[in-house]
């Protein structure tokens, strides 16, 4: 298994932008798809915001970051960057990243497909 760890999280004003890292231990980094959700307050549900293959060559993006979100991984550093730009007040939510082996199956913009998690780090944008 692997244990996430994440960090970057806080307070930002709206227009700004937002970088999160992810730094995975445990396990081979590289043999997991990892994905970027968020929930935002008052719901159950996570948001699907971003996915990337486990070694880099897809990404894929929620339609509401489009545009001005961008992942990437360097598995040399066993770490996940997460970045979204233009932040607004409805960006505010809990922002976890989670990981999917290469193997297990499953959907990349379905939370439950994920089996690991991290901590989650809260990102507040203010108007």
């Known amino acids: 298994q692997v244990q996430l760890v994440e960090s970057g999280g806080g307070l930002v004003q709206a227009g700004g932008s937002l970088r999160l890292s992810c730094a995975a231990s445990?396990?081979?980094?590289?043999?997991?798809?990892m994905g970027w959700f968020r929930q935002a307050p008052g719901k159950e549900q996570e948001d699907f915001v971003a996915a990337i293959s486990w070694s880099g060559g897809s990404t894929y993006y929620a339609d509401f970051v489009k545009g001005r979100s961008t992942i990437f991984r360097d598995n040399a550093k066993n770490t996940l960057y997460p970045q979204m730009n233009s932040l607004k007040p409805d960006d505010t939510a809990v922002y976890y990243c989670?990981?999917?082996?290469?193997?297990?199956?499953?959907?990349?913009?379905?939370?439950?497909?994920?089996?690991?998690w991290g901590q989650g780090t809260q990102v507040t944008v203010s108007s």
């Open positions: 989670a990981a999917k082996g290469r193997f297990q199956g499953g959907i990349y913009d379905d939370s439950l497909s994920y089996a690991y």
């Open positions: 445990g396990d081979t980094f590289s043999t997991y798809d």
